[in-house]
């Protein structure tokens, strides 16, 4: 009999808001922290043993603490929590005994959401609470991405555990990748996110990402011989891009990339200004920036966009593609005028244009709050 009582945590799922493709060329990102997420309740155990269930997946894991390796096939979901644990080992913090980890969530998974980083920022805080560990919130974020590069194996940045760890109702999580600093902006209160997904997987999506990443290494390449101090492309002046040939795909990554950059910075600008229509503009603009200029759109992406554009007087602020592109999902911003019939026109109106696609889905979430521990 174990007389310790278990500890519950939650962790939030999270939406790109703007800085498209901005991360890793050291730009600004900002996120939403969604009402929706992942719960894990804890309960600490005498032995060395870890018991991982989960109220979505059948298959539960048993290992031990003194063997944390990566798994495969159905049980592959505990790499999430393992590799919390694994980093948190590594990096010295004491983890005294095992655990049983059970997890619920009414977060969509593999939906662009971040389960992923849900899973493990919920896992962190309740090992944390656990064993009394006091990690600061920039520690932890950093924490759960090495987990999920090393020990998952997904090169992801840090968007997903930061938005998670730092999210706030009704407020934006600003992230500045160039030195890792995290901040909330206020957003309006009542304002409502829907994510339209195409439900599209590109199949090349992987490589799409790498050719992207090696287009703005070479940009920065070619701009640090005209200006050796330039360390990230992201804040490269503009008249700069003169030295990328004209017309190239080089320069339209470049360009695309500072002018993002700048867009995060002019949405915080309307944000405070209680500009909302200066906002949607501006996230119209990104998502036109990304189709023409880094090409990471697909026509069903703009189709939903252009819909949803031609429904401003009904409520959407602004709308764009979110996370990496070649696929995947639109978020819009809306004011409580826009509402689930409006929602499904647009579907309906995208499946006549896409007979041929696949079956798109809408989710309507509002903000919510980041990584705590409940009760
Ligand atoms: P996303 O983070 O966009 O949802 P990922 O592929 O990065 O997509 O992560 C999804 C994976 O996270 C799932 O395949 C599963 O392994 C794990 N996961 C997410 N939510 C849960 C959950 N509630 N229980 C167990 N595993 C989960
Ligand atoms: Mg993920």
Redesign the pocket.
């Given at each position: 009999m174990n007389a310790t009582p278990a500890i519950r945590t939650a962790s939030p799922?999270r939406i790109e808001f703007i800085g498209n493709h901005t991360d890793y060329n050291g730009g600004q990102v900002l996120g939403v922290s969604l009402n929706l997420g992942?719960e894990a309740e804890a309960t600490p155990r005498e032995d060395r043993q870890l018991h991982f269930s989960?109220?979505?997946?059948a298959a539960a894991f048993k290992g031990s603490l003194d063997e944390l390796v990566p798994q495969s096939g159905e049980l592959?979901?505990a790499?999430?929590p393992l590799g919390i644990l694994k980093v948190l080992l590594e990096a010295g913090h004491e983890v005294a005994s095992g655990c049983d980890l059970h997890?619920?969530?009414n977060?969509?998974?593999?939906?662009?959401?971040?389960?992923?980083?849900?899973?493990e920022l919920a896992t962190l805080e309740a090992i944390c609470q656990l064993n009394g560990l006091d990690l600061s919130r920039k520690e932890k974020v950093l924490l759960a991405q090495r987990a999920e590069n090393t020990f998952v194996g997904?090169p992801c940045g840090m968007l997903?555990q930061a938005v998670s760890c730092f999210g706030r109702e009704d407020h934006l999580v600003r992230i500045d990748c160039a030195n890792t600093a995290f901040e909330t902006v206020p957003l309006a209160h009542g304002l409502h996110f829907w994510v339209f997904n195409t439900n599209h997987k590109h199949s090349l999506v992987d490589s799409m990402y790498s050719r992207r990443h090696a287009e703005c290494r070479k940009a920065l390449e070619i701009l640090r011989q005209a200006d050796p101090g330039l360390q990230h492309l992201a804040h490269a002046r503009i008249e700069l891009l003169e030295h990328l040939e004209a017309g190239s795909d080089i320069r339209r990554r470049a360009e695309h990339t500072v002018l993002e950059n700048l867009r995060v910075q002019q949405v915080i600008q309307a944000l405070e200004a209680h500009n909302l229509e200066e906002v949607g503009d501006l996230l119209f603009a990104s998502h036109a920036s990304s189709r023409d200029l880094f090409e990471n759109s697909i026509p069903e992406l703009d189709t939903l966009v252009e819909l949803l554009q031609g429904l401003r007087s009904h409520g959407v602020i602004g709308a764009r593609l979110t996370g990496g592109g070649f696929g995947g999902a639109v978020m819009a911003l809306t004011t409580d005028r826009f509402s689930s019939p409006d929602a499904g026109n647009v579907l309906q109106l995208y499946r006549h244009r896409h007979p041929g696609s696949e079956a798109p889905t809408c989710l309507h979430v509002r903000t919510g709050n980041g990584t705590r521990r409940l009760d």
């Open positions: 799922g992942v989960s109220d979505g997946i592959a979901w790499n999430y997890f619920r969530s977060l969509p998974t593999g939906a662009g959401l971040s389960s992923s980083a849900a899973i997904v997903d």
